[in-house]
């Protein structure tokens, strides 16, 4: 289905009917290197992924699909591997309590960074898993997702957890 949706035209590329552009890792990789310790600017990148993944991709899949919950976040690993950020996978999905982990492990922005910054560097992930459940469960600034655990700081996997926004997570357990 996605190479079906992939397309390549003189000085543009589309997915999905959404314009993209392939730009190298190390361009989020530097910036993320200049903004890490300080939230406010990483929050600032957080944001602009979430609204620009919920407003534009996110709810236009949803409108074309009419994915499912489940269907969307099985899938949701498959499109996170075709754009590059690694090898993504479902560990727990409880769609009644706008709940889940994902797991990802061979980011390119970890790569990039590791050694070179302390703390979860993947905040543009962070911020499409974030649009990409506002987009399903269709609601606007009402989710969000927490960098758990990261490869850059020497775990296995990066861990992300997302949940309703006015739910508070126990970053050591990720439970609510």
């Known amino acids: 289905m996605v190479a079906k949706e992939l397309n390549f035209s003189q000085g543009s590329i589309s997915l999905f009917d959404h314009r993209v552009v392939l730009p190298p890792a190390r361009l989020f990789s530097e910036y993320i290197y200049l903004v890490n310790n300080d939230p406010k ?3 600032i990148l ?3 992924a979430r609204v620009s993944f919920r407003d534009g991709m ?3 899949l949803q409108k074309r ?3 499912s919950l489940n269907d969307f976040f099985n899938w949701l690993p498959k499109i996170a591997a075709l754009a590059g950020w690694g090898d993504s996978s479902i560990k727990q999905f409880m769609p009644e309590k706008r709940y889940g982990i994902i797991e990802c492990q061979g980011s390119p922005v970890v790569q990039e ?3 070179r ?3 979860p560097v993947d905040h543009v992930l962070r911020g499409f898993i974030t649009g990409s459940t506002e987009s399903m469960y269709g ?3 009402g989710m969000n997702t927490v960098e758990v655990e990261c490869e850059n700081d020497g775990y296995r ?3 992300f957890i997302f949940n309703p926004k006015l739910k508070e997570v126990d970053e050591k357990t990720g439970s609510v």
């Open 41 to 43: 600017y990483t929050d």
């Open 117 to 119: 910054v302390h703390g």
């Open 157 to 159: 996997v990066c861990k």
């Open 46 to 48: 957080y944001e602009s």
């Open 139 to 141: 609601i606007v600034d």
């Open 65 to 67: 699909f009419k994915f």
């Open 113 to 115: 960074l590791r050694g």
């Open 58 to 60: 996110g709810n236009d």
